[in-house]
């Protein structure tokens, strides 16, 4: 079954706007971890922000926030201030259990294209 | 600078052939990870290793082999047993510490079986 869902295949969004990318989840487990990436067309993955499970708070980095609800298992990724840098291939992932060495699983990813 | 280095950025493969991908890394991280991409797709994990000596099969294991011989590299090899392997490859490394540690990416070797 499906793990990491990411229901928008592709998104638009004008310059200096916000966007808000999806991401919804699947795990039992009490302690897990969420992560977003970014993949430029160059291929690299670019690690953006973390939420843990138990975070009280919505992680925040820079122009990036993540809005986690954990009742509706939901981490959606908000880019403030679209920046043209911003196009690429975006990620929501999932680490299960308490350790660094638990294996992280991804999902589908969103295409964002931000237009001047 | 600390990172994660592939080699080939780009690899050719005939039918029939083991071609084998390298993954070196110097950020003294314990676990490393394969994972394969396929377009308009995310990243499936092959096998990863959270020690020398040891890996662990991912999701999608058949037709792949590992070793871990030393920290530093984690080679893969796509032998002629993987039906359908032109993909984009990433391996990935991640520090000993909590869960929230995230994983560092090398830049990827592109497979493709003429």
């Known amino acids: 079954a499906q793990k990491i869902t990411q229901t928008q295949p592709g998104m638009f969004v004008q310059e200096k706007e916000a966007v808000t990318l999806d991401c919804t989840y699947d795990t039992s487990d009490q302690s897990y971890g969420l992560f977003w990436y970014k993949q430029p067309s160059s291929g690299e993955m670019i690690f953006l922000i973390y939420q843990g499970s138990y975070d009280e708070q919505n992680a925040t980095e820079g122009r990036y926030s993540l809005n986690f609800q954990k009742a509706r298992k939901s981490a959606n990724l908000v880019i403030s201030a679209s920046q043209l840098g911003d196009s690429a291939m975006y990620f929501c992932a999932m680490r299960e259990g308490e350790t660094s060495y638990d294996k992280v699983i991804f999902g589908p990813g969103t295409s964002l294209s931000v237009i001047p | 600078d600390g990172g994660i280095t592939q080699s080939p950025k780009y690899l050719f493969r005939k039918e029939g052939q083991n071609v084998t991908l390298s993954c070196e890394q110097n950020l003294n991280h314990d676990a490393m990870y394969w994972y394969r991409q396929d377009p308009g797709q995310g990243l499936r994990l092959i096998y990863y290793?959270?020690?020398?000596?040891?890996?662990q099969k991912g999701d999608i294991a058949e037709g792949y082999s590992v070793s871990r011989e030393k920290k530093e590299s984690f080679p893969l090899t796509v032998t002629s047993a993987q039906k359908n392997p032109t993909a984009f490859y990433l391996c990935?490394?991640?520090?000993?510490?909590?869960?929230?540690?995230?994983?560092?990416f090398g830049q990827g070797t592109r497979l493709t079986v003429v």
């Open positions: 990935a490394s991640t520090q000993i510490r909590d869960r929230r540690s995230e994983a560092f």
């Open positions: 290793s959270q020690i020398v000596n040891d890996f």
